[in-house]
């Protein structure tokens, strides 16, 4: 028993140092020049400074540009917790045909890569000149990001029980007052999971938004990128605007990271 816990232990410690390593390396050269950097990437120098992370938030333009991430991210999740949420609740009490292909067809699109549709999707969509639009992003990052959110709304309604909708419209509640007040509020667990899970995929995307925004609508992921030239690449300014662009994601993650397990889980043990 003890030598079984003491592998399981093994384990667990070799995991978090295999992920936290690449983390302790960019905060490390974060701090170095670039002569440091690529003669001693894993050595901790004397001269170590907070001069890229100052030169970094310049150049990025920070502010502009976390606002930019901010706007997108948010309002993606927000019309995603919206759409999907209503439309796993119409896919599980109105059990047809058509709702069951529906559903079908949305799980069989998440196989789908987005480098499959990107060449015909930046043909068609700039033809019609809605490129470079923050809301066409928004309305792409819905369109992309239907199908696995309502698997996971879907999961948790399935749980529960039509005797509460059969009470309410009894009462008199319209399906609309139905689903807002009594079905959403009890959708909070697995809402949450949706929007963190989405929140670091939206956060962190660069080919679709490198697609979509030009120069002056970029995202924190765009930003960082302008560091790594053709001829030459700015890796302590990278680094720095790397840490920069994960320390408000890391934030949301940890104050968030408790409703992953307990949305995913929760529907299962209704």
């Known amino acids: 028993m003890k ?7 093994t384990i667990g410690v070799l995991s978090a140092v295999s992920f936290l ?3 302790f ?8 020049n670039k002569a440091d950097i690529i003669q001693y990437p894993l050595a901790i120098t004397k001269d170590l400074s907070f001069s890229n992370y ?29 759409f999907t ?3 796993a609740y119409y896919l599980v009490r109105h059990k047809t045909v058509m709702t069951k292909i529906i559903f079908i ?21 700039g033809k ?8 066409s992003l928004i309305c792409f990052y819905l369109g992309f990001g239907v199908s696995l959110s309502t698997f996971l709304f879907h999961g948790f309604i399935k749980t529960i029980p039509t005797a509460i909708d059969e009470s309410a419209m009894m009462d008199g509640a319209s399906q609309f007052r139905l689903f807002w007040s009594i079905i959403f509020p009890m959708l909070k667990p697995i809402a949450s999971t949706v929007a963190i899970l989405n929140v670091l995929w939206i956060w ?13 609508a970029r995202t924190l992921p765009l930003s960082t990128f302008a560091f790594f030239g053709k001829y030459t690449s700015q890796y302590g300014l990278a680094m720095a605007g790397l840490v920069l662009s994960i320390v408000p994601v890391v934030i949301f993650y940890l104050i968030m990271q408790k409703y992953i397990i307990s949305g995913v889980t929760q529907g299962s043990l209704k």
Request: glycine content about 2%.
């Open 3 to 9: 030598s079984k816990r003491l592998l399981i232990s």
């Open 25 to 32: 390396i960019i905060l490390l050269n974060a701090l170095k």
């Open 21 to 23: 390593f690449p983390f």
């Open 85 to 87: 949420s209503m439309l």
């Open 128 to 135: 019609l000149g809605m490129l470079n639009s923050r809301l």
């Open 105 to 125: 067809v949305l799980i069989a699109s998440m196989i789908i890569p987005f480098q499959a549709l990107m060449i015909p999707f930046v043909t068609i969509y």
């Open 54 to 82: 100052i030169e970094a938030f310049n150049e990025m333009n920070y502010l502009t540009s976390i606002m930019n991430s901010l706007l997108i991210t948010v309002s993606s999740v927000i019309v995603l917790i919206v």
């Open 204 to 216: 962190n995307d660069f080919l679709l938004p490198s697609l979509v925004l030009f120069q002056e």
